[in-house]
Every structure is written in C-alpha cells, then in structure tokens.
C-alpha cells in the first residue's frame, strides 16, 4: 500500500520502519526542518521492549540504555542537596530501559528501509478520504492520494483536527507545562542531575552522557499560544519564573531564550473513543498522549506501531478489520498508561514552600536505611 505518515517522532518513525519492512511505500511528512532530537532519557518499559525486539532494534537500544535516575537530586538555592529519589525507586530491571530520547529517534530513523522516506518542512493541510483512498494536500503546496493516512503528529496532531475535530474535544489538561532547552556549558563528568523547587515550579538541570539540558515544570491553567511560535512560547516560560531569581534560574532562562530548538508543552493526555476512522489512524500521543508525568508514552508509540504494522499484514486489503484489532490490541496499554499519572505532579512541583520541605522530608525518610 501507499501510506502517507504525518510526524517523524518515536511513533511516526516506528511506523514507518514498521509498514516499510514489510513491502509498504510509506512517505512521512514532518513539519520541522530536521529530525526533532530534543529530550531528556524516557523509558522503553513492558511490552514495547518485545515491539522494539520484534523491529530489530533491541541490541542497538541496549547498546545506549542509561541509568539517569540513580543520579537524580533535589537542591536548595544554594545547590547543596536536601533530598534524592529514594534507590528503591530507581527502576534497574530488564522490564524498563531508559535511553535518551535523542538516541531513539536516531535509532529509528537509521533503521528505516528504502521504502521509506522522510520529507521535512511540510505538513497535511487537507484531508479528503473518498472511500477507496485518501487525496492529501500539503502545506508545499504538493498533493498525493494515498491508500491509508497514519496521524502520528504528537499531541496537537493536525490529522486528528482534520478528521476527528477540534483538540478540546480529546485534551485533558494536567495543570502543568514542560520545557526543555540545550545547557552545553553545564555537561559535566560525574551527571548528577539537579532539581529546585519554588512553590509550583521546578528548575533543573538534567545531565547524562555528554551533555546537559535546562528543564522546567509549573503548574498553570491552560494557556492559549501557537505551538508552532518558539518565541511565544519562551515568553510564557520566562513570565512564569520571572519572580524567582534563585539559584540557578535566571542562567536557566538564558538558555531558553537562546536555544533555537527550544521545547515546550502541557502536560495533558488525548481520550479519544476511537483512533480510526475510514483510511485515517492514530499512533502515539496524536491519538493516546498519557503526559510525560505517566514515563509511558514512548512505550505507547512503539506498541501503538507495532500493533498496527502486524494487524495491517494479518487483514491484507481488509485495513477497517486491521484498524479495529489495533484499537483492540492497544487500548489496554493506553488505559494503563493514562492511569499511571497519579501523584508525579506533587512530588515534581509541590505547590508551597510546606509542600515542598514536606516531601524533602519525607525523601529523605525514606531513603534512609533501615537499622
Ligand atoms: C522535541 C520533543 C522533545 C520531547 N521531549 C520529551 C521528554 O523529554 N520527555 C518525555 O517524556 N517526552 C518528551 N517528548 C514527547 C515524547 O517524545 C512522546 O510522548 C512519545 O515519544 C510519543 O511520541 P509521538 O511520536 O507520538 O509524538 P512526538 O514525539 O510529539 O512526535 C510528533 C512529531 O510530529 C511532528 N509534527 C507535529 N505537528 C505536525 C504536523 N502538523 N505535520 C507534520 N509533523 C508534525 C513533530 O514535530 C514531531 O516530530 C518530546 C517530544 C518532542 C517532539
């Protein structure tokens, strides 16, 4: 078949060396100018490490796992540490790979067939599925008809807009924003990665292999930008911890304000009662986002296109049967994931200074040994 891809993240990736090992000539769309390398270490956990095995890619991911979390602490304003992530905590399993979300997506990119080709700084601007294929028109200006469409666009997926409507009608907003920016200056040898709360906002400085990223989280309502305007975007990160001058904060925004690959999102899941609908599917956090706080939406796009990719060769023509027994197959782990939220926001970004010394204390507490 011919199928159009939109997104070249973890699950537009994974589908299109999913459908292209098997015979398929898959064209992924993807808005930027370049791959989107930008990320902290996530986690590959339960049944997408059999999905990663199944692509061929488990050595490779192995190769460059990471422990992160072992090196994780919390600090005051003057940096000193006041607590950790208890080791109990610290996942070391064969059930849980952590690996820098950089060296997955490159990974995937690196495994993809000849019949697979990404085009860059383009994207769907219309979608018109007549039953026996899809006419696409592209931001370029281009235009194709492809037998099926696969929306792997992320949270704010323009597939889903077009086809299933408007993104309040399937967002749940969590109370928080992320943001990510480059902090070359601050890679360090021993990674110790560093964390400072002021009430409902958290600064850190996030480290592992060579580098060092600037990470922020608050806690807001949701707020109205353009996810395509970087500088819009800064703003709202800088306005946010505009009041807290410490620590390391105001070198932080520096950096944000530099990084022209600057990241920034909510914290909010997709719950969708369905992610197919005529030639048109949903892979990943287009159709399912759980928030990076459920440390499972990796997994999600890896199972979400492996699931789809064995259920399209199992019904050959028949892709209405192959979406249903995707949605069948994947809908557990989705549900799963979307539960697992639970309390990540108060013990990331406790919302006072007691909060915040109450679960310093209560790290500390349970790090200790027992005697
Ligand atoms: C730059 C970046 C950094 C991230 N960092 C982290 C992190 O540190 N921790 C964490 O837990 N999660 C992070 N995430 C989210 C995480 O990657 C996903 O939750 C998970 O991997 C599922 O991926 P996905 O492919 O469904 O969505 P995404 O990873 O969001 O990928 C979607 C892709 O689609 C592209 N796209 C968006 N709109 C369009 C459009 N209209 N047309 C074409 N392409 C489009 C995006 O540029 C992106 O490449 C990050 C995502 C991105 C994009």
Not at 203 to 232: N, Q, V, W
Not at 280 to 289: E, H
Request: charged share 30%; aromatic share 8%.
């Amino acid at each position: 078949m011919k199928i159009l891809v939109s997104g070249a993240g973890v699950a537009g990736l994974a589908c299109a060396l999913e459908f292209g090992t098997r015979g398929h000539d898959v064209t992924v769309v993807e808005y930027a100018r370049h791959l989107r390398l930008k990320g902290t270490p996530i986690d590959i956990r339960g049944d997408a490490i059999e999905a990663a095995d199944r692509m061929g890619l488990l050595a490779k991911i192995r190769e460059q796992r990471i422990r992160m979390s072992e090196l994780m602490q919390f600090v005051d304003s003057d940096g000193e540490p006041v607590a950790r992530i208890p080791m109990a905590e610290v996942s070391d399993s064969d059930d849980d790979i952590e690996i820098v979300r950089e060296d997955l997506v490159r990974i995937l990119a690196d495994a993809l067939p000849d019949t697979a080709t990404i085009r860059f700084s383009d994207s769907v601007e219309s979608l018109t599925d007549d039953g026996d294929g899809v006419d696409v028109g592209f931001r370029s200006g281009r235009s194709g008809r492809y037998d099926l469409v696969i929306g792997a666009d992320g949270q704010h997926s323009a597939v889903r807009r077009l086809v299933f409507g408007p993104e309040r009608d399937y967002l749940r907003h969590l109370g928080v924003y992320i943001a990510l920016a480059d902090l070359p200056d601050e890679a360090r040898p021993d990674r110790v990665s560093s964390m400072y709360n002021v009430p409902a906002r958290m600064a850190g400085i996030a480290r592992f292999k060579d580098k060092a990223l600037a990470t922020f989280t608050f806690r807001s309502e949701p707020l109205d930008y353009d996810h395509h305007d970087l500088d819009a975007q800064k703003k709202i990160l800088v306005d946010a911890f505009a009041d807290h001058p410490s620590w390391k904060i105001p070198q932080l925004l520096d950096a944000a304000r530099a990084d022209p690959e600057f990241f920034f999102d909510s914290a909010s899941q997709i719950h969708m009662p369905s992610w197919h609908h005529g030639r048109v599917a949903l892979v990943g956090d287009a159709g399912y986002c759980a928030a990076f706080l459920s440390g499972r939406g990796t997994s999600l796009a890896l199972t979400g296109a492996h699931f789809l990719a064995e259920e399209l060769e199992r019904c050959e023509t028949d892709h209405a049967a192959a979406f249903a027994r995707y949605e069948a197959r994947q809908r557990p782990y989705v549900t799963f994931a979307q539960d697992r939220v639970g309390q990540g926001r108060d013990r990331l970004i406790p919302p006072t200074w007691e909060a915040i010394d109450a679960r310093n204390e209560h790290l500390r507490a349970a790090s200790t040994p027992a005697r």
